[in-house]
C-alpha cells in the first residue's frame, strides 16, 4: 500500500488522499502522540522536532513512505528538507522555497513580466525625498500569509506606525497598482498551466482584507493570458497547483501581486467545483504525485460567491443560532455557513486579518445578475439578526 505524508487539516484533502494510500497527517503537539482514524493517523511531533527534525524522521523512515504532500506555507521548507534526506518523493520543488520569500519572487517575476511592480526594501524607502515618495504604498512581510500583516499606506506616518517596534528587515515596500485585484486558480500539470478559476475580489473599507469573492464572471483576455503563462513558468510551477493574486488596471495591463503553490482561501476552492467531472480535490492528490489523469473543464451554468459579513456598526455582538443558518441556506442559496466566532463574541473592528471574519458563507445563484442583490439581502439579513449593538 502506499503511504503518504500530509501537512493540511482540511477533512476534504484527507480524504482524498486516503483514496490513494494510508495517509499520516502530522502536525505540531505538546507532545509526540500518534491517533488512528479511518484510513489515516494523526501524528503530533512537539514543535522543537520540526527545528531538529530527528525524531521525525526516525519515526517515519521505517514507514516505506511514498510521497511527502505539502500545502502548508508555514511548513514548506521543513518538509522539502525532509523529503530530500529521506530521498523521498514530493510535491514541492527547491523553487517554492525560495520564492516564498517575496521579494525573491518579486525580482523573478520583475524579470519577466511585461508590467513591473516597483518594490523597495524599507530602509530604501525611507531614505527616499519626500518628492520620490510616493503613496499610497504596500507593506508587505517577506514571507507571510495572505493578508496577514499587509497593509495599505496613504502617508508616512501610517507606514511607521505599523513598523512600530518591528524589525524592519523582515517587511519590505511596494507600489500600490491602482486597479481591480483578481485571484487566479492554477493548475499545472503534464507540461501545461490550466486557469480554472477567476475571482473577483470585494474587500473591507480601508484595508486589503477580503469580503468575499465572486467567481468567473470575469474572462482574462489572452494578451492577460500569456502575461499569467509567463508568470507560471517564471515560479517553475509543476504537478502543483497557484493560487495567484493580480490586478488589472482599466486599461487591461496586468500586474502580478503574489502568488503559493496551494488551494486558495476563502472557501475560494467550492466556488468552482462544478467545473469539474470527477472529484476535484482526488485529482489535486493525483496532481500532487505525478498520477494526474488528463481532464477537462466543464462551463459553470450558475455562479457561487463567498462572503464574510461584518457588522455596520461597531461594537456588535455575534449573535447566531441553527434557525439564522437554516434560513441562510433556505432563502439565499448558501451552500456553507460557517461561523469563525462563538455566538456571543464580541467584534470590535474591521477584520485586519482573514481571522477576524465573524462568519463565512458560500452561496450559489442562477445568474451573475443575481449576485450583487443577493449579496445585499445577505449582509442586511447579517446586520439585523447576526451583529446586536445590544452589549
Given at each position: 500500500?502506499?503511504t503518504?505524508?500530509?501537512?493540511?487539516n482540511?477533512?476534504?484533502m484527507?480524504?482524498?488522499?486516503?483514496?490513494?494510500?494510508?495517509?499520516y497527517?502530522?502536525?505540531?503537539?505538546?507532545?509526540f502522540?500518534?491517533?488512528?482514524?479511518?484510513?489515516?493517523?494523526?501524528?503530533?511531533?512537539?514543535?522543537?522536532?520540526?527545528?531538529?527534525?530527528?525524531?521525525?524522521?526516525?519515526?517515519?523512515k521505517?514507514?516505506e513512505?511514498?510521497?511527502?504532500?505539502?500545502?502548508?506555507e508555514?511548513?514548506?521548507?521543513?518538509?522539502?528538507?525532509?523529503?530530500?534526506?529521506l530521498?523521498?518523493?514530493?510535491?514541492?520543488?527547491?523553487?517554492?522555497?525560495?520564492?516564498?520569500?517575496?521579494?525573491?519572487?518579486?525580482?523573478?517575476?520583475?524579470?519577466?513580466?511585461?508590467?513591473?511592480?516597483?518594490?523597495?526594501?524599507?530602509?530604501?524607502?525611507?531614505?527616499?525625498s519626500?518628492?520620490?515618495?510616493?503613496?499610497?504604498?504596500?507593506?508587505?512581510?517577506?514571507?507571510?500569509?495572505?493578508?496577514?500583516?499587509?497593509?495599505?499606506?496613504?502617508?508616512?506616518?501610517?507606514l511607521?506606525?505599523?513598523?512600530?517596534d518591528?524589525?524592519?528587515?523582515?517587511?519590505?515596500?511596494?507600489?500600490?497598482?491602482?486597479?481591480?485585484?483578481?485571484?487566479?486558480?492554477?493548475?499545472?500539470?503534464?507540461?501545461?498551466?490550466?486557469?480554472?478559476?477567476?475571482?473577483?475580489?470585494?474587500?473591507?473599507?480601508?484595508?486589503?482584507?477580503?469580503?468575499?469573492?465572486?467567481?468567473?464572471?470575469?474572462?482574462?483576455?489572452?494578451?492577460?493570458?500569456?502575461e499569467?503563462?509567463?508568470?507560471?513558468?517564471?515560479?517553475?510551477?509543476?504537478n502543483?497547483?497557484?493560487?495567484?493574486?493580480?490586478?488589472?488596471?482599466?486599461?487591461?495591463?496586468?500586474?502580478?501581486?503574489?502568488?503559493?503553490?496551494?488551494?486558495?482561501?476563502?472557501?475560494i476552492?467550492?466556488?468552482?467545483?462544478?467545473?469539474?467531472?470527477?472529484?476535484f480535490?482526488?485529482?489535486?492528490?493525483?496532481?500532487?504525485?505525478g498520477?494526474a489523469?488528463?481532464?477537462?473543464?466543464?462551463?459553470?451554468?450558475?455562479?457561487?460567491?463567498?462572503?464574510?459579513?461584518?457588522?455596520?456598526?461597531?461594537?456588535?455582538?455575534?449573535?447566531?443560532?441553527?434557525?439564522?443558518?437554516?434560513?441562510?441556506?433556505?432563502r439565499?442559496?448558501?451552500?456553507?455557513?460557517?461561523?469563525?466566532?462563538?455566538?456571543?463574541?464580541?467584534?470590535?473592528n474591521?477584520?485586519?486579518n482573514?481571522?477576524?471574519?465573524?462568519?463565512?458563507?458560500?452561496?450559489e445563484?442562477?445568474?451573475?445578475?443575481?449576485?450583487?442583490?443577493?449579496?445585499?439581502?445577505?449582509?442586511?439579513?447579517?446586520?439585523?439578526?447576526?451583529?446586536?449593538?445590544?452589549?
Open positions: 500500500m502506499k503518504f505524508i500530509l501537512d493540511v482540511t477533512p476534504v484527507i480524504d482524498a488522499l486516503k483514496s490513494l494510500g494510508y495517509v497527517k502530522v502536525k505540531p503537539g505538546k507532545q502522540d500518534e491517533i488512528k482514524r479511518d484510513g489515516f493517523s494523526e501524528v503530533f511531533f512537539k514543535k522543537d522536532d520540526f527545528r531538529t527534525m530527528t525524531n521525525i524522521i526516525n519515526y517515519f521505517s514507514k513512505i511514498t510521497a511527502v504532500i505539502s500545502f502548508n508555514n511548513t514548506r521548507k521543513f518538509w522539502y528538507d525532509f523529503a530530500k534526506k530521498e523521498v518523493r514530493t510535491n514541492l520543488k527547491a523553487a517554492y522555497v525560495f520564492n516564498q520569500n517575496k521579494i525573491n519572487a518579486r525580482k523573478k517575476i520583475n524579470s519577466v513580466a511585461t508590467n513591473q511592480v516597483k518594490w523597495y526594501t524599507v530602509d530604501q524607502f525611507l531614505q527616499l519626500s518628492e520620490d515618495q510616493h503613496f499610497p504604498v504596500i507593506l508587505k512581510p517577506r514571507i507571510g500569509k495572505g493578508s496577514m500583516n499587509v497593509h495599505k499606506c496613504d502617508n508616512l506616518k501610517l511607521k506606525s505599523f513598523l512600530n518591528k524589525d524592519y528587515s523582515n517587511f519590505f515596500v511596494e507600489e500600490f497598482i491602482d486597479g481591480k485585484e483578481f485571484s487566479i486558480e492554477g493548475i499545472h500539470v503534464n507540461g501545461r498551466h490550466i486557469i480554472y478559476g477567476v475571482t473577483s475580489k470585494m474587500k473591507y473599507e480601508g484595508t486589503v482584507v477580503e469580503a468575499g469573492h465572486i467567481s468567473n464572471v470575469v474572462h482574462l483576455t489572452d494578451p492577460q493570458k500569456n499569467l503563462m509567463k508568470i507560471y513558468d517564471a515560479l517553475e510551477y509543476s502543483i497547483v497557484s493560487h495567484t493574486e493580480i490586478m488589472i488596471k482599466s486599461d487591461g495591463s496586468l500586474f502580478y501581486i503574489e502568488s503559493h503553490p496551494r488551494l486558495g482561501g476563502d472557501l476552492p467550492t466556488l468552482t467545483l462544478p467545473e469539474f467531472s470527477e472529484d480535490y482526488q485529482l489535486i492528490m493525483k496532481v500532487a504525485i498520477k489523469p488528463e481532464f477537462t473543464l466543464k462551463a459553470q451554468k450558475n455562479t457561487r460567491f463567498s462572503l464574510f459579513p461584518e457588522p455596520k456598526k461597531l461594537p456588535a455582538k455575534f449573535i447566531y443560532s441553527k434557525n439564522n443558518i437554516n434560513f441562510l441556506k433556505k439565499y442559496g448558501c451552500y456553507l455557513v460557517l461561523p469563525n466566532f462563538s455566538s456571543g463574541e464580541v467584534v470590535t474591521i477584520p485586519s482573514s481571522y477576524d471574519r465573524p462568519i463565512a458563507l458560500a452561496c445563484v442562477s445568474s451573475v445578475n443575481d449576485v450583487s442583490m443577493t449579496i445585499n439581502n445577505i449582509l442586511a439579513y447579517c446586520d439585523k439578526h447576526l451583529f446586536s449593538s445590544d452589549i
